[in-house]
Structure formats: C-alpha cells, structure tokens
C-alpha cells in the first residue's frame, strides 16, 4: 500500500531561493512544508533513496536523498503524441518539414484508431518515466481528408489520456488547418471536438494560403468555447514569414493576453535583427507566450543552406529578456519530423542551452525553469510547484546541482506524482547497467 506521510530530508531545490539543503513533507498527496535546514542532517530513520526498491519506496514513509536534486514535475508543453513512433511507416529522405507533412498525410488514413491510441499512450508513458506531470499534445485532424480519420484522432487521444490519467495529465489542441472550401465541416468537426474534451485551439497559419484568415478563424472558435489558443507560427527559414505579427494584433484585440502561445517561431532567427527586435516587443506586450523546440528546428530547418546553414532554433534569450514567457518543449519524438527524442525534457534543456549559449549558472536555472515553472503558467497549471498546500509532483534526479543535471542528465530518477510514486530507474555511474523499474500501470 501507498504510504500517505513522505519525509525527506537533505533534499536539494535548485529552483527555491537561497542555497542549501531542505526538509520536505507530503501528506495525502500535498506539500504540507518545505524547510530550511542547517547543514546536512544524519537520521538513522530516514533510508537512504538509492537504496530502495519500487516496491519499498511506496511504502516508505522517511527517506534521505543525500543532497540529490528534486524538481517540480516537468511540464512539456508542445508535442505530437499521436505521431509518435510512426517512423518506421513514415520516412523524410529530404528532412524537410513540407515533406515530413506530405508523407505523414500520405500513409495517415491507414492508422486505426487503436495504433494511434497506443502511439499516445507509449509516448506519454515514456515522457511520465523521465519526470513529465504534464503535457500539452497538438493533434493532426486533416479534415479536408475526411471527417472520419480526423474523428478517430480525437477519440483515440480521449481514450490515451484516461488510460494514462493515473500517472499523467495531458491537454490536447488540434491542428485545424482553414481551407474556406471546407469552412463549414471544419467548424461543425472543431466544435464538436471542444465539445468532446478537447482543451483548446491549434493550427500553423503560416502554411494556410490566407494565414489571416486561419488566424482570424481560429480566434472567432476561441472565443465561441472560451478555450485557450496555442498556434504553430512561422515555423520557416524565411525571415519574410511573419505571421506572428497578426497574431499579436488578434490577441490584442480579442483580450488574449495570457492565453495564447507561439511555437517555434523560426522565422525570428532569420530575419535583421531590428525587425526580429520589433516583433519580440510586440509579442511581450500583447501577452502572447513562446515555446521553442530546439531538437525538432535543429533537425528539419536550413535544409537548403550551404555553408552557414541556419539553424532555426528561435531567439530564446531576446524573447526571455524582453518579458516573453519561453517555455522548452519536446514536439515530435521517433517520427518523419524528427526520428530521436524520447520524452525525456532534461534532454530537450540541454539542447536549449546550447543552441541558445545558456551556460552561465545564472542560465542553468533559467533553463529549469523552461522545463517547469514557465510552462505550467503557459498551460495554466494550478497550484504548481514544491510549495505548501500545492499537489506533490516532483522528480528526484540523481545530480546535486543544477550543472551536474545538464553534465550527466542523470537516467536514475524518482518519480512522484498523483498521490503515489509512478516510475523509479536506477543506472550505475559507472556503466554498469543495473535497471530498477516501477510503475503504477503497465507500459504498451
């Protein structure tokens, strides 16, 4: 049985201010404190983390996690969930986004809703094994396609997320892609879909042939349901694709502010430096939040580049500096758009900061943030993070510091979320591979 009482002490909080090591207590599933200690405190009661397995941690009430890092649950908050893994039927010879999309399409009718349910599944799993509490998955609905495989996503992502409620929370937006030949079935289908469960709007303008049009359309089924807004923007390597800048203008003009996101925004990355200035202080002030996936960019952007090859990956630290909420995030994981990844968000920072030069100390926090705080606002998490009263959703990591994360990323890690401990791995520092898993549904 689960034990409801959890103590842990010499327990390092890299986002708490302050250095040193706390004591920290859950009860019934919630932070009940978080204290400062004097020092490193010796208990022959508390056992040390390493030293337990799956079964003996449950039950465990007192624990001693001698200096080791813990984290608020990770928040990755732009996936593809139900393209996961579908890259042994889908291939990307050219590693171009617009063949990634074209062949995607190509072989999507033949997923049933079964193979994508599970796709779902898997890879919301793996991401909940690594430390993610939560995730924020946008959906291909290709409804000029066909009504009926746009609806077997939805239903499958449904099912998906109550398989894996237990362990993990997901959000789901679709990518509703505006074609006024089809306005009628798109939004019959996009408002039965809200109606569903679905949590909010997504779509990329920037590939429509009218990209103010979609975006003016996508606003309007925002509001209609009162649902937040999330869109793919200017995922290109063409400094002239600036779709974000009507975007602003609808966020401002329909109160916004606070509810709507921007992913990857590449264009940002290519374009003069003063009109990339101009378009970062528009986002800031109209309130539109920034999620950058460097792993996804860097493989699939400057494809047709020679010698100084653009990268893609958008301008985190202007965006940053200029009050933009950015959050890092995963996007695809095994598919035509990217054929790596696992879910695992502490790779996903390491790559951010080296693609963005976030190395200083100062940086690193800024980093882990990315991964939880930031992103938990954008998705509008609740009570969130190691605080007296909030839910208790953490990963435990074996690192003690915030560098050490981002110099080993640590595979043995402690995960606790929905009232219970989910997953717990073990791997030797020193190669010899001695895994320990546990978790509280089985994996696909």
């Known amino acids: 049985m689960q034990s409801l009482h959890l103590e842990a002490i010499n327990v390092k909080l890299p986002l708490q201010e302050g250095d040193g090591l706390y004591t920290v207590t859950v009860n019934d599933g919630r932070w009940t404190t978080i204290e400062r200690q004097e020092g490193i405190l010796v208990s022959s009661e508390h056992v040390p983390i390493h030293s337990l397995e799956f079964d003996e941690l449950r039950t465990t009430a007192l624990i001693d996690l001698d200096g080791k890092v813990m984290l608020p649950g990770f928040v990755d908050a732009h996936m593809h969930l139900d393209k996961a893994y579908s890259l042994p039927w889908v291939r990307n010879r050219s590693g171009t986004l617009l063949e990634a999309i074209e062949n995607y399409r190509s072989v999507a009718p033949t997923f049933t809703k079964e193979i994508i349910r599970d796709r779902i599944v898997k890879a919301a799993l793996s991401s909940a094994s690594y430390g993610s509490a939560m995730l924020r998955s946008h959906l291909d609905v290709p409804v000029h396609l066909g009504r009926d495989m746009a609806m ?50 997504g779509g990329s303008p920037h590939l429509s042939p009218n990209p103010e049009t979609n975006i003016a359309w996508a606003f309007k089924l925002a509001q209609k349901f009162d649902k937040p807004i999330d869109l793919h923007s200017d995922e290109s390597d063409d400094p002239s694709t600036k779709t974000i800048d009507i975007y602003c203008d609808y966020v401002r003009a329909g109160g916004y502010g606070g509810r709507a996101t921007a992913g990857h925004l590449c264009s940002l990355s290519a374009m003069e430096h003063h009109e990339a200035e101009r378009l970062i202080a528009k986002m800031a002030d109209a309130g539109v939040a920034a999620v950058t996936l460097p792993a996804v960019n860097l493989y699939l952007q400057g494809r047709g580049d020679r010698g100084n090859v653009r990268r893609g990956v958008t301008r985190v630290r202007e965006l940053a500096e200029a009050g933009v909420a950015v959050a890092a995030a995963s996007d695809n994981i095994q598919d035509p758009f990217h054929p790596f990844g696992k879910g695992d968000l502490l790779q996903i920072g390491l790559m951010t900061a080296y693609a963005a030069h976030l190395a200083k100390e100062e940086d690193i926090v800024s980093v882990l943030r990315m991964l939880t705080s930031i992103p938990a606002g954008i998705t509008g998490l609740q009570n969130y993070g190691i605080a007296a009263g909030n839910p208790a959703s953490f990963v435990i990591m074996d690192a003690r510091s915030e560098e050490e ?12 979320n929905k009232s219970k401990w989910t997953f717990a791995s073990k791997l030797s520092r020193f190669g010899m591979e001695n895994p320990s898993f546990g978790t509280a549904i089985s994996p696909i």
């Open 405 to 416: 994360l981002f110099q080993e990323l640590p595979s043995t890690r402690w995960i606790y």
């Open 152 to 201: 077997r996503t939805i239903e499958a992502a449904l099912e998906a997320r109550e398989i894996v409620s237990g362990t993990i929370d997901i959000q789901y937006f679709p990518m509703f892609f505006y074609d006024p030949a089809y306005e009628r079935e798109l939004s019959d289908f996009a408002s039965e879909a809200l109606r569903m469960g679905i949590d909010g709007v």
